[in-house]
């Protein structure tokens, strides 16, 4: 059984001054009329990468920019203090605990500065104080509103593993002491403010969820907690068609399954962090993407399926942090299987090193991955040819790192679809490099050039879009 518990996510824009942080409160304030609600938040918009570009510079030997970085932070939660917290003792005691706070992050600042490097679990200490700070400035708020509110850290709560900078929920872990914590504060009538992003080993050393790892955050206390609803709030009307960066006819989709959001993200969508539905999906919570600037769309849902069930295409993304990796190869058929399954294989696949291509010729393997996974994809490259036929006759690994991965995602796409993609990119004069299987049946994935990236997403959504009417 599913509790009446909303929980609320506001991301970097949506708290990125005092008027925004109202606005989020008075969307607290509703929810809560209707039932209890936790509240998730992410770094005000610019802290988090404030904190890394000064983590940089001192262990450039410049020690200047914790001194400047600490006052950069102060001034900028002060001044959102002033102008949103009426009650004198409340913003007394929120501005303490920012100080503290920011206290921290200089010392760490100042042990980079003498070791002249980065240890992984504090800078991932240092990358959650944009939360920390957030997570009490929003309470206060809260507070201020006549809102019985309490901040929350995250890292006490989710445990993870130790991949740093990008890593994983232990779900059980995280469900005990979350379920040991969070439903005796509710009881009390408070609303927790959680710190998105962060999490903690189970020996106690911070980690991070990944950039955008807030979304993360929300649908792991909302699965947790058997939420009823989970509201994504951001700076966009819900998951669009195309990125309006790119494509200002994009428009939102009213409702959208969790395979094809996570397929979206995974593809390039910045709306989600990857990872986020993997929480909920199985217990079927919606989740709302939300505009915070634009209360009054209706958003994106997010859920098991849409209704009425439709085919077609969805949406077109891209992704530029990619390369393709091209081999020669002699192998032929079953070889060639072989090498697509191996490299490809889930368990075997590095974070983002795409499932292998569409086209293959008689003489060429081809595979897409990741930028920054493409150390660890050759590694299992050559673990795979040291093992591999020699009738293979695998050549070595050639890299092209200036492409773009366009793709369309839907639902029973076929050889038509591809035609219609490949006319569209013609008549837009451009050429593609390769036409890559993708991460399922229900997307195709094309690598061009990536000074063509905007010009194939706009060709893609006028011919699937603007010119036949789907949605």
Known sequence: MKSHL??????GTSLGDAECIRNAVEAVAKAKSGGPAVVVVSAM?????????AATHVTQGKPKMAEDLSRFLLDHHELAIQTLISNRNVAIRCFAELEQIVEGAACLLETFYKDKGL????????????????????????????????????????????????????????????????????????????????????????TTLGRGGSDYTATIFGAALNAEEIFIWTDVDGVLTAD????????????????????????????????????????????????????????????????????????VTCRTDVSLIRVRTNARDQFLSQAV??????????AQFFPSSTNISQDELLFV??????????????????????Q???????????????????????????????KAMSRSDIQPRAEVQGLSKNNLCFVVPQESARRTLAAFHREFFENTGDD
């Not at 909303?6 to 991301?11: N, T």
């Not at 918009?45 to 570009?53: A, F, K, P």
Request: overall charge positive; glycine content about 8%; some cysteine.
């Open 119 to 206: 240890n992984p679990s504090a800078l991932d200490g240092l990358l959650g104080t944009g939360e920390q700070l957030s997570a009490r400035l929003f309470a206060a708020a809260l507070q201020d509103r006549g809102l019985n509110a309490v901040p929350m850290d995250a890292s006490k709560l989710i445990v993870t593993n130790s991949a740093h900078g990008n890593a994983d929920p232990l779900m059980d872990q995280s469900r005990d002491r979350i379920l040991r914590l969070v439903p005796t504060t509710l009881k009390r009538g408070f609303i927790p403010v959680v710190t998105g992003f962060v999490g903690a080993t189970e020996e106690g050393l911070a």
């Open 341 to 350: 399954r191996t490299l490809a294989a889930p368990e075997k696949a590095i």
């Open 392 to 422: 293979m006759g695998l050549g070595n690994p050639q890299i092209d790192t200036e492409i773009a991965l366009v793709s369309i995602v839907g639902n029973s796409l076929d050889s038509g679809t591809s035609r219609r993609a490949l």
């Open 45 to 53: 918009s610019g802290v988090t990468s404030q904190l890394l570009d």
């Open 6 to 11: 909303r929980v609320l996510k506001f991301g």
């Open 244 to 315: 309006p960066r790119s494509v200002p006819e994009a428009r939102t989709i009213p409702e959208i399954t969790y395979q094809e959001a996570t397929e979206l993200a995974c593809l390039g969508a910045k709306v989600l962090h990857p990872k986020t539905l993997n929480p909920v999906s199985g217990k079927q919570i919606p989740v709302w993407i939300r505009n915070s600037f634009n209360p009054t769309a209706s958003g994106t849902r997010i859920g098991a399926q849409r209704k009425p069930v439709s085919r077609g295409i969805r949406a």
């Open 369 to 390: 991955a990741g930028t920054e996974e493409i150390e660890a994809s050759m590694r299992l490259f050559d673990n795979f040819k040291a093992l591999a036929p020699r």
